[in-house]
């Protein structure tokens, strides 16, 4: 088994859903913990939980948007360029509007985050990564990232990217005690919905009614599990929807 205690870990969106809970299972195991996001009042509230959990835990919190062109200098001040693992978590999907219909703000807010944002980080802490002899990638990857549909062309583009960026960092990082890894979700209980439709309860509620999904501690569980193999084991990538989710369009919902 890997052991996570003291291991160094970034992790994006640690505000909220899938990355609050990551950061959760990490501080519990003892990891020192890099958490980003925008808000802060969120992250204050995770370091708070984190030592509850873990009095001993190390949390730093670097509050910041994964755009800001001063945000590596502060990753490297603040881990001193000692990071093992990295999840790169941070994303976001806005609209659920056809091609013609879509705005290309929205566009570039998915593709900076999602693609750039993300990619920067790799090429930021891999070459510490190597220099201190290995570490963990996790990609969020999404089963946008598999299938297609209507009304999601650009989220579905921007994890299209993502699996394709992980595929080629597995294999350009092979044989440098690197593992990079990737998850793709289906329907998760977090605030992605509700940001999707700009705060639209009714809307993000729908998603997800009168039908189980994942929660954020599940996607969590998987992702510690994938952590804690053996370092000659990898898990390429998790794949997981909810027992009422067939593909991204085919949801069973029970009348209510
Ligand atoms: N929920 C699902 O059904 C689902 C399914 C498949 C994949 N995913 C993927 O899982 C990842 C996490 O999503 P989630 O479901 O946990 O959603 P969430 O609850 O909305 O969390 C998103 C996190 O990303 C952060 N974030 C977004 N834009 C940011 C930016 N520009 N700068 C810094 N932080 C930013 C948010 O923090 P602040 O707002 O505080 O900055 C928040 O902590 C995403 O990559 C998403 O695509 C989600």
Known sequence: MNNLQNKSALI???????????????????CE?????????????????????????????IVSNIKAPDLPEKIAQASRQNIDILINNAGLALGREKVEDSLFEDWEEMINTNIMANFKLVHLVLPW???NGGGDIINLCSVAGHYTYAGGAVYCATKHAV???TRVLREE????????????PGMVDTEFSSVRFRG??????????NMTPLQSEDI??????MLEQPRHVV?????????????????SRKNP
């Open 12 to 30: 994006t969106g640690a505000s909220s859903g899938i990355g609050r809970a990551m950061a959760l299972s990490l501080g519990l195991r003892g």
């Open 33 to 61: 913990l890099y958490l980003i996001a925008r808000r802060e009042d969120k992250l204050l509230e995770v370091q708070a939980e984190i030592k509850k959990l873990n009095s001993h835990a190390k949390v730093h919190l």
């Open 129 to 131: 990564m190597m220099t």
């Open 163 to 165: 699996k394709a960026f």
């Open 173 to 184: 990082t092979c044989g440098k005690n690197i593992r990079v890894m990737q998850i793709s």
């Open 200 to 209: 639209d309860k009714n809307a993000a509620d729908a998603v997800y009614a």
């Open 220 to 225: 969590a569980r998987m992702m510690t599990f």
């Open 235 to 251: 898990i390429d990538e998790i794949i997981t929807m909810p027992t009422d989710q067939g593909s991204p369009t085919t949801v």
